[in-house]
T-cell receptor, first 112, second 116 residues
Framework: DAKTTQPTSMDCAEGRAANLPCNHSTISGNEYVYWYRQIHSQGPQYIIHGLKNNETNEMASLIITEDRKSSTLILPHATLRDTAVYYCIVSPYGGATNKLIFGTGTLLAVQP | DTAVSQTPKYLVTQMGNDKSIKCEQNLGHDTMYWYKQDSKKFLKIMFSYNNKELIINETVPNRFSPKSPDKAHLNLHINSLELGDSAVYFC???????????????FGPGTRLLVL
């Protein structure tokens, strides 16, 4: 079962920042927070991951709270092409397997 | 160049038939995966291979048999297809299985299987 909780859906105006929250209150010390997205009819796409510190890449920023029980994915300037289901996943590192457990995600609809 | 490719993209077949889906990655990764996305859009892992060795088998019926001839390929053979096997099957790969960036998975475009 997924160990994260996300809102079912969100809207965002084109050009504005999209802030997608995720709750992972039972996260363990050895678990990363990963974000993937799935645009309609495509395979999931990696966005970003982090352990404790905030992270930024060319796609997004990831803000992780100090207690690591929640995080926020920020798309700084959302476009129509960012409309997708966004999945927040926690996954341990250093183990013998690498299993992503997808929840139901957040459907982000970017409006023109 | 496509990083993770799957063939075929669409597969329509009759119940009881045997079919295979192929996956290839050109990323030089050591680990490959098969996921199943059902009609309700739930995405679940089925299998994972690391250096051609099976490391994850998630209570999948034994009608499903993955085969990894080399690190760049992971094929999925399905025997005696059933209606409930209709789904989208995604292949993925990662550099490794231990730690942060190594675990980032890259997904293929999916194979849409419809069993009639």
């Amino acid at each position: 079962d997924a160990k994260t909780t996300q809102p079912t859906s969100m809207d965002c105006a084109e050009g504005r920042a999209a802030n997608l929250p995720c709750n992972h209150s039972t996260i363990s010390g050895n678990e990363y927070v990963y974000w993937y997205r799935q645009i309609h009819s495509q395979g999931p796409q990696y966005i970003i991951h982090g352990l404790k510190n905030n992270e930024t890449n060319e796609m997004a920023s990831l803000i992780i709270t100090e207690d690591r029980k929640s995080s926020t994915l920020i798309l700084p300037h959302a476009t129509l092409r960012d409309t997708a289901v966004y999945y927040c996943i926690v996954s341990p590192y250093g183990g013998a397997t690498n299993k992503l457990i997808f929840g139901t995600g957040t459907l982000l609809a970017v409006q023109p | 160049d496509t990083a993770v490719s799957q063939t075929p993209k669409y597969l329509v077949t009759q119940m009881g038939n045997d079919k295979s889906i192929k996956c290839e990655q050109n990323l030089g990764h050591d680990t490959m995966y098969w996921y199943k996305q059902d009609s309700k859009k739930f995405l679940k892992i089925m299998f994972s291979y690391n250096n051609k060795e099976l490391i994850i088998n998630e209570t999948v019926p034994n009608r499903f048999s993955p085969k990894s001839p080399d690190k760049a390929h992971l094929n999925l053979h399905i025997n005696s297809l059933e209606l409930g096997d209709s789904a989208v099957y995604f292949c993925a790969s990662s550099q490794g299985i231990s730690g942060g960036s190594q675990e980032t998975q890259y997904f293929g475009p999916g194979t849409r299987l419809l069993v009639l």
